[in-house]
């Protein structure tokens, strides 16, 4: 099995070349205290490896919902601090990297509809089109990360049908 360790530093090597979204790019909803509060705190944090485990685990302004709020580009920028502050335990506040790879792309939340205001489709439409954008070599990333959380879990049916339902299945893309 795959350790904690050796999987931070295959997260490191498949992110390190993803360029900075800018801060016009951090959030696409409008919505919302959360959003905004968002893109006040990440604007001009333009390397993901500075950011603080404390302050990922509370961004933004202590809701710890940043990962739901993330612009796409946002997401893939800074997704690997969250999987490596995961990968080490220090994510306590609310913070889940698995969760936020998993929930959008199971059968439950997929094919919910959204409010036409957020879009319209469904839960799983933004979710499979943000994750498309991931290469080969983070996907298998993503994958060996689910597993990992999966096997310290014992059980969790949300990283199991994420990697059912999506992510094993972009291994043979």
Do not use: N
């Amino acid at each position: 099995m795959t350790t904690a360790d050796e999987l931070i530093g295959r997260v490191e090597l498949a992110f390190a070349d993803i360029a900075y979204p800018g801060d016009d790019d951090l959030s696409d909803s409008r919505y919302g205290e959360e959003p905004a509060a968002l893109r006040e705190d990440f604007r001009g944090r333009d390397d993901w490896r500075a950011l603080s485990p404390e302050f990922l685990d509370q961004a933004p302004q202590g809701w710890s919902s940043a990962l739901s709020f993330f612009s796409p580009a946002a997401l893939h920028f800074y997704l690997p601090a969250y999987l490596i502050a995961d990968l080490r335990g220090e994510l306590i506040h609310g913070s889940d990297p698995a969760f936020r790879l998993c929930w959008g792309v199971t059968p439950a939340a997929a094919a919910r509809r959204i409010a036409r205001a957020h879009g319209g489709s469904t839960i799983g439409a933004p979710s499979r089109r943000t994750f498309d954008r991931f290469s080969p070599h983070q996907v298998q990333v993503i994958v060996d990360y689910l597993w990992w959380k999966l096997d310290q879990a014992d059980y969790d049916p949300i990283i199991e049908q994420g990697l059912e339902h999506y992510w094993l299945a972009r291994l043979s893309d």
